[in-house]
């Protein structure tokens, strides 16, 4: 429930600027293995919102559509070695998930999904982990697996490509050392912002003092 927040003008007409709404998440999903080391996962996610206010928001429920939240293939022990592979639509987040976290930022909190290829090696007897990821995120939320009720919606104001080099050791006990370069390439599909390419370099210390 928000007042005068997207108005700004306490002299408003009506309840324009009186947002009354509950917002609902159901999610679905299924982990199936294949082998001892080959797992396929899938997961639905339907939200909606229940509108009570403003007086331009119909009071029913919206059933927009159902996203194709995760979908991928998992891979342990990869060639024989210390390497676990992720192809398709997952989760991740390094961290605190302060850099890498949500890939769909201006869809609330109905999905965080990243459309990737990650590979994760565990250096032996290190307590180490090096992640290399490819990340290939569409901003229409029916670029790569179609909705059900598909109403177009978007899931950035880009078109976003990315590399990620991610280093992790837990040697030390309660505490983390990070290191990692980031790459993130944008094309506006859904906005007029203007087309970018970041790079981040940085470390990241955490722990119990």
């Known amino acids: 429930n928000g007042w005068n927040i997207d108005t700004l003008n306490d002299n408003s007409r009506g309840r324009q600027s009186n947002w009354n709404f509950t917002l609902n998440r159901f999610r679905w999903g299924t982990k199936t293995k294949i082998t001892d080391d080959v797992d396929f996962n899938h997961r639905w996610v339907w939200e909606f919102r229940t509108w009570d206010g403003p007086d331009r928001y119909k009071k029913e429920v919206d059933f927009s559509e159902i996203i194709w939240d995760k979908f991928n293939l998992s891979l342990r022990n990869f060639a024989d070695m210390p390497l676990n592979v992720v192809i398709g639509r997952q989760d ?118």
Request: hydrophobic residues 35%; without cysteine.
């Open 92 to 209: 991740i987040m390094f961290g605190r998930g302060w850099l890498v976290m949500d890939g769909t930022n201006i869809d609330e909190g109905r999905t965080i999904y990243f459309d990737a290829l990650r590979l994760t090696y565990e250096i032996p007897n290190k307590d180490t982990t090096l992640d290399m990821i490819y990340i290939d995120q569409r901003a229409d939320s029916s670029a790569w697996l179609k909705p059900f009720a598909d109403s177009h919606n978007y899931m950035n104001w880009h078109d976003q490509k990315g590399a990620i080099v991610y280093l992790t050791n837990r040697s030390r006990p309660n505490l983390q050392l990070e290191g990692y370069f980031i790459y993130k390439g944008e094309n506006a599909v859904n906005s007029t912002f203007a087309d970018s390419d970041v790079y981040t370099v940085g470390g990241a210390a955490s722990g119990v003092l």
